[in-house]
T-cell receptor, first 117, second 115 residues
Framework: AQKITQTQPGMFVQEKEAVTLDCTYD???????LFWYKQPSSGEMIFLIYQGSYDQQNATEGRYSLNFQKARKSANLVISASQLGDSAMYFC??????????????FGAGTTVTVRA | NAGVTQTPKFRVLKTGQSMTLLCAQD?????MYWYRQDPGMGLRLIHY???????AKGEVPDGYNVSRLKKQNFLLGLESAAPSQTSVYFC??????????????FGPGTRLTVL
């Protein structure tokens, strides 16, 4: 079964508007972390934001925020005030198990965001 | 610091040929990973290493071998390339720390085409 599901293959957003990228996850482990990475057209993977399963508050990092709904197993990324440079593919990923010592990440299929001027 | 570097950036192989992809990191990270990225499938873990001299299989290890003879290097080998191995390969590294987030740092990727 897929551990990370991103149901939006592509999205368009107007410059300066906000956009929400969906991510749902599947795990039975009570201890896990959720990550979002950005991949621009140049190909590199850029770490954006992280949410731990025990974190009480939603993570924020500049214009990025994570809408974490633990009961629904969702960790949606919100990008506020979109800029042309935000056009990229965005990946949601999960690491399970604080006791695990391999730190493996499971990735979703990604969502392509195109920001329109 | 160069971070994580990968060699080569591009490569075209014929079916049956062999090659080695090199990943190097200068951050003194214990953990290193090899992923492949295919359209519509995100990144999938091929092999990983939790320290010098140790390797383990990931989600899609068949057709690949790895070695971690030095802490800073992680090699991915294809003994007999197949068209199904056409992909973009990413190397990543992270520190040995159970405390989150402990994010992975990625290299720029290697685009491999097998004809």
């Amino acid at each position: 079964a897929q551990k990370i599901t991103q149901t939006q293959p592509g999205m368009f957003v107007q410059e300066k508007e906000a956009v929400t990228l969906d991510c749902t996850y599947d795990t039975s482990d009570p201890s896990y972390g959720l990550f979002w990475y950005k991949q621009p057209s140049s190909g590199e993977m850029i770490f954006l934001i992280y949410q731990g399963s025990y974190d009480q508050q939603n993570a924020t990092e500049g214009r990025y925020s994570l809408n974490f709904q633990k009961a629904r197993k969702s960790a949606n990324l919100v990008i506020s005030a979109s800029q042309l440079g935000d056009s990229a593919m965005y990946f949601c990923a999960m690491r399970e198990g604080l006791k695990s010592n391999d730190y493996k990440l499971s990735f979703g299929a990604g969502t392509t965001v195109t920001v329109r001027a | 610091n160069a971070g994580v570097t990968q060699t080569p950036k591009f490569r075209v192989l014929k079916t049956g040929q062999s090659m080695t992809l090199l990943c190097a990191q200068d951050m003194n990270h214990e953990y290193m990973y090899w992923y492949r990225q295919d359209p519509g499938m995100g990144l999938r873990l091929i092999h990983y290493s939790v320290g010098e001299g140790t390797t383990a299989k990931g989600e899609v290890p068949d057709g690949y071998n790895v070695s971690r003879l030095k802490k800073q290097n992680f090699l991915l080998g294809l003994e007999s390339a197949a068209p199904s191995q056409t992909s973009v390969y990413f190397c990543a590294s992270s520190i040995h720390d159970r405390v989150f987030p402990n994010e992975q740092f990625f290299g720029p990727g290697t685009r491999l085409t097998v004809l």
